[in-house]
Nanobody
Framework: QVQLTESGGGLVQPGGSLRLSCANSGTVLSLNAMGWYRQAPGRQRELVAIITSGGTTTYADSVKGRFTISIDGAKNTVYLQMNSLNPEDTAVYYC?????????WGQGTQVTVSS
C-alpha cells in the first residue's frame, strides 16, 4: 500500500517562501509521475506542478517562475519550493503519485499566505 506523507506547510507572509515535501512509501517501479495539486476554499482542486519519472516538469501558469518541483529518487520524495508567495496561493496542497495501475493522494497540507 502506498502512503504519501506531506510536510512543510504553514503560515507565511506575502513575498515569503515555503518548501513542501512528500515522502512516498511505495516503490518507484511503475511510477509515472509525482506532483502537487491545491484546493482553495470554494474552488476545485487544480494542478500546481508535476514531474515525470523521466524528469519532465509541468507547471500551472499561475506558479511558473515562482515554484520549482524536484524529486529525490534515492529518498522517493518530491519537493515543491515555493517563492514569492501571495495570498492567492493560500490553499490545501496535496501530493499525488501516478502509477500505471492507480493514483494515490496524500492527506494535504495547509499553506496560508497572509500578513
Amino acid at each position: 500500500q502506498v502512503q504519501l506523507t506531506e510536510s512543510g506547510g504553514g503560515l507565511v507572509q506575502p513575498g515569503g517562501s515555503l518548501r513542501l515535501s512528500c515522502a512516498n512509501s511505495g516503490t518507484v517501479l511503475s511510477l509515472n509521475a509525482m506532483g502537487w495539486y491545491r484546493q482553495a476554499p470554494g474552488r476545485q482542486r487544480e494542478l500546481v506542478a508535476i514531474i515525470t519519472s523521466g524528469g519532465t516538469t509541468t507547471y500551472a501558469d499561475s506558479v511558473k517562475g515562482r515554484f520549482t518541483i524536484s524529486i529525490d529518487g534515492a529518498k522517493n520524495t518530491v519537493y515543491l519550493q515555493m517563492n514569492s508567495l501571495n495570498p492567492e496561493d493560500t490553499a490545501v496542497y496535496y501530493c499525488n503519485a501516478k502509477y500505471v495501475i492507480r493514483t494515490y493522494w496524500g492527506q494535504g497540507t495547509q499553506v496560508t499566505v497572509s500578513s
